[in-house]
C-alpha cells in the first residue's frame, strides 16, 4: 500500500523538493530526533501501519487541542481576570477589543479539569488569539487573524505529558453578489508543533487555501508533516485544486502529491482518468491503488 496520509489543524513555502532525501528542514524547537531532515520512502508495498499511525497520531493531538479550547470557551467569564479551575490551579482571561480588533490571551497556570476523552489533565501555558477588520464594503468584508499557542501539561490517567506551540495565521474574504456569498479563506503555518507522551507530529511550511461558494469550491494545500509515527516526514503538494460539490461526497477532481523519498499521486474523481470510480495511487506513472470509496484512502489534507 501507498503512503497516505491526513492532517488536521493551520506558512507559506513547503512544496516539492526535487532531492527531497537531502532536504535539511525546517527549524523544529522538539524534534529531538531530528525527522525534519529524514525523507521517508514512499513505495507501492509495505509501510502502511506507520502511516495509519501518523495520521492517528495528527488526530489526536487535534482532538486533545479542541477539548483544552472547548473547556476554556465553556468558562463563564463575564469580566477579565483570574479564575479557579475545577481540580484546582487557575485560569487568567485579558483582552482588548475594539470595533474593528480583538486582542485575547488565555493564561493557564497548572490548570486541573476534566475532558471527555482523556480525563483530567493539567495544563500550564497560554493561547492567543488576535483579529482585525481590514476591509469592509456594503457588499464584501476582509479579515486577519493569527492563533499563538505555548502550552504544556500532563493527562493524569496516564502520565503522559503533552505540548503544542506554533502560530497559525489567518486570512478571511467573503463577499456578496447577486444574493450568493463567495469566500476565500487562507491559513497559513511556519511551524506548529505536538507532543503527547512518544508522539511527536510537527505541521511546517504549510498553507492550505479554500474558496467557492455553498454549491461549489476548491481547496489547496501545500506543507510539510514530520511525524514520529514515520521516522521522518512528508510533503504535500495540490497539484490540482481539489474541487468540491455540494452534492456530492468528496472531491469531483484534484491531484494531491506527496513526497519524500519517491513521490506519489492521488487523483480524485475525473482526474484519474478513468482508473477509478472515486481515487487512484498513481506512483512511477502506474496505478497502484484504485478506490470506490475516497473515504478509504483517509487522505485529509486540511489543517
Avoid at 523544529?28 to 495509519?52: C, H, P, W
Avoid at 485544486?241 to 461526497?249: A, F, H
Avoid at 491503488?289 to 484512502?297: A, K, M, P
Amino acid at each position: 500500500m501507498v503512503l497516505v496520509l491526513s492532517a488536521c489543524g493551520g506558512g507559506s513555502g513547503g512544496g516539492g523538493n526535487d532531492q527531497p532525501e537531502e532536504q535539511t528542514g525546517p527549524q523544529l524547537s522538539y524534534d529531538r530526533n531530528d525527522l525534519a531532515s529524514k525523507a521517508v520512502a514512499i513505495t507501492s508495498s509495505g509501510g502502511m501501519e506507520s502511516f495509519q499511525a501518523l495520521r492517528g497520531d495528527l488526530q489526536l493531538t487535534q482532538h486533545l487541542l479542541y477539548e483544552i479550547n472547548a473547556f476554556s470557551e465553556s468558562m463563564p467569564v463575564t469580566n477579565a481576570g483570574t479564575y479557579p479551575c475545577e481540580g484546582g490551579g487557575t485560569v487568567e482571561f485579558r483582552w482588548q477589543e475594539t470595533d474593528t480588533t480583538l486582542e485575547k490571551t488565555t493564561s493557564f497556570n497548572q490548570c486541573s479539569f476534566n475532558t471527555m476523552t482523556f480525563g483530567d489533565v493539567v495544563l500550564s501555558g497560554s493561547t492567543r488569539y488576535e483579529s482585525a477588520l481590514v476591509g469592509e464594503t456594503a457588499t464584501s468584508a476582509s479579515w486577519k487573524s493569527s492563533i499563538t499557542d505555548d502550552l504544556s501539561g500532563s493527562i493524569k490517567f496516564s502520565g503522559e505529558l503533552f505540548r503544542f506551540s506554533g502560530v497559525i495565521r489567518m486570512s478571511d474574504y467573503l463577499t456578496e453578489s447577486g444574493g450568493v456569498t463567495s469566500w476565500r479563506y487562507i491559513r497559513d503555518v511556519k511551524t506548529y508543533e505536538r507532543k503527547l507522551g512518544s508522539r511527536y507530529v510537527a505541521i511546517a511550511d504549510a498553507q492550505n487555501r479554500d474558496s467557492g461558494t455553498d454549491a461549489d469550491w476548491e481547496y489547496e494545500v501545500r506543507g510539510t508533516i514530520v511525524g514520529s509515527a514515520i521516522g521522518g516526514y512528508v510533503q504535500l503538494e495540490t497539484l490540482d485544486p481539489l474541487e468540491m460539490s455540494e452534492n456530492v461526497d468528496g472531491p469531483v477532481s484534484g491531484i494531491v502529491k506527496l513526497s519524500s523519498n519517491g513521490e506519489a499521486e492521488v487523483r480524485f474523481g475525473s482526474s484519474a482518468g478513468g482508473t477509478a470510480k472515486a481515487a487512484a495511487v498513481w506512483i512511477d506513472g502506474a496505478v497502484v491503488e484504485s478506490y470506490e470509496d475516497w473515504h478509504e484512502i483517509g487522505v485529509v489534507v486540511y489543517f
